[in-house]
């Protein structure tokens, strides 16, 4: 695949991925854990908007779409390899320094409770150049700060290619702030995501 | 050195002289909230650096108070998690029925919705007249707006949907009377409710409570101070008293988890089991020498 080719920073070596996904992202969202090996070497924390009245990340833990393991993140849990972890609906989820999750019922951000900036803030802060960061399809532009902290310190940004998010605006709010190290449909995401489990930075 | 190091080094000594000159003790608040929370007042502070606020706060008590009221500000709603309402009301009233007087614990009351939540199911369920109340909180901000019981008219819409969810037996509307943007709160509703300045990092215990509502506090700490806290409810609850947490919040890693039944797992509905055995010691507070540092 060329867009491998053409920039060899999945070989850099990087201990945790965040993904981010509002409006329109439930899709983009399951062609990349469907691409994950069951023995994925790196975490996969997951902040997905969801409508109040929707059932959530739930679906996915029914599904059994994946070969990955899915489940809620829960207070104080450590983060390990070969998981995806969601967001409980309604609280903030973030990192911390010891490498476990903390939940918060903190105000809203960007009118989002759990919100990606949230998220992918605290977990650059522990993880720093070792992030991943995933924006995919939405409606607001919760997630742009996040992608942004997380460039600064040398992690790598990853977009959803607005072209072909059901909801573009999104990604493009991240485009403004970010200059991404890839731009990508979610099939390439996956692949890369793969990529950079096979290079991944024992820790 | 790293900026986020700097910063990781600024909270700890803020962390420290709140603690010293102030006797607020945050010392084992969960950090990645806290840092949030600190950059946030940080902000509306208008300082630049969290070392200049600390400057500030040592030698202003102003600076000082307004901080702390920033770095507890808590939302909540009447009636969040109606399921969680039906639950108390179905599973815990029933039995608080069966005692002629009976006192409830709402710790880290924030700006009061809850309690006033519960005393609507209470005086739903005909109990009212038979409960006495505390509401405790440490910001005294969040205090006086729970003590005031006003709360802006546009979020009724939003808790009037969570009463009826609840199981709400009556008119919400008849719980608040409206006033240009505000609801007041009925204040019938407030005869039996005490609020009072109390921590629950650094303070003492309630006697013979058969209800603790403590829910979407204990996220916020560590392992430690959970388990200083759980140590002073199991000492505050009358036996067969119950514990409310959050919905993501469990006794599950806690050390005096093995004194609670489960009532309702989902709802994370606890009840105190009669003592058996030898009287628990207790662990060492944040007042004792022993209190790690």
């Given at each position: ?10 070989s ?5 991925v965040v ?30 908007h ?15 779409c ?69 924006v995919l399809?939405?409606?607001?532009d ?13 992690g ?11 909801m ?36 | ?21 102030y ?5 084992h ?5 806290l ?7 940080l ?15 040592l ?39 069966t ?5 409830v ?13 519960l005393?609507i ?12 109340l ?16 006003i ?22 509307s ?5 006033d ?17 300045n109390?921590?629950?990092?650094t ?77 628990q010691t ?12």
């Open positions: 695949m060329n867009f491998l080719e053409s920039s060899n920073r999945w850099d070596g990087y201990a945790a993904i981010g996904a509002s409006a329109g992202g439930t899709a983009p969202l399951s062609a990349i854990l469907q691409a994950l090996p069951a023995n994925y070497s790196l975490p996969v924390i997951v902040v997905q969801l409508h109040p009245q929707q059932e959530g990340p739930a679906i996915f833990y029914k599904s059994k994946c070969q990955i393991n899915l489940k809620e993140a829960a207070e104080k849990e450590a983060l390990l390899a070969g998981w995806v972890y969601f967001a409980p609906p309604n609280y903030h989820l973030l990192v911390e320094d010891d490498r476990s999750f903390a939940l918060s019922v903190d105000p809203k951000v960007n009118y989002s409770r759990p919100s990606i900036d949230v998220l992918f803030e605290s977990a650059s802060e522990v993880y720093g150049a070792l992030l991943v960061g995933v399809s939405g409606a607001n919760d997630g742009a700060n996040g992608l942004k902290a997380i460039q600064e310190r040398g790598l940004a990853v977009v959803q290619d607005p072209a072909s998010a059901e573009p605006y999104m990604p493009q709010a991240a485009l403004a702030v970010v200059q991404a190290d890839y731009t990508l449909l979610p099939e390439q995401i996956g692949a890369l995501l793969c990529k950079i489990g096979e290079h991944a930075r024992k820790v | 050195m790293k900026n986020d190091e700097i910063e990781r080094i600024e909270v700890e000594l803020l962390v420290d002289a709140l603690h010293r000159r006797g607020y003790d945050f010392r608040y969960a950090r990645a909230s840092r949030r929370r600190l950059r946030h007042a902000a509306k502070s208008g300082y630049k650096r969290l070392s200049e606020l600390l400057d500030a706060l030698w202003d008590e102003n600076v000082a108070h307004t901080l702390i009221a920033n770095l507890s500000v808590t939302v909540t709603e009447m009636f969040r998690d109606p399921s969680f309402y039906q639950a108390v009301r179905k599973k815990i009233l029933p039995y608080l029925g005692y002629p007087f009976f006192k614990w709402v710790a880290g009351c924030a700006t009061g919705e809850e309690v006033y939540s005393a199911l209470l005086y739903e369920e005909g109990l009212y007249e038979r409960a006495k505390f509401a405790t909180d440490f910001n005294e901000t969040a205090l006086k707006q729970a003590k005031d019981g709360y802006p008219l546009k979020d009724m819409r939003q808790h009037t949907s969570s009463y009826q969810k609840a199981g709400g037996q009556g008119s919400f008849d719980y608040y009377h409206a240009y943007q505000s609801a007041i709160i009925n204040p019938a509703l407030k005869t039996n409710i005490t609020f009072a109390h921590n629950l990092a303070d003492g215990i309630f006697s013979d409570v058969q209800l603790i509502f403590c829910r979407n506090v204990l996220i916020y700490f560590d392992r430690v101070l959970q388990n200083w806290v759980l140590n002073n409810f199991t000492q505050s609850l009358g036996n067969g008293g119950f514990l409310c947490l959050g919905n993501k919040e469990s006794l599950d890693a806690l050390e005096r988890r093995g004194e609670y039944a489960a009532i309702d797992a989902v709802e994370r509905i606890y009840q105190k089991r009669p003592a058996t055995g030898p009287l207790s662990t060492p507070g944040p007042k004792s020498a022993g209190w790690p540092a």
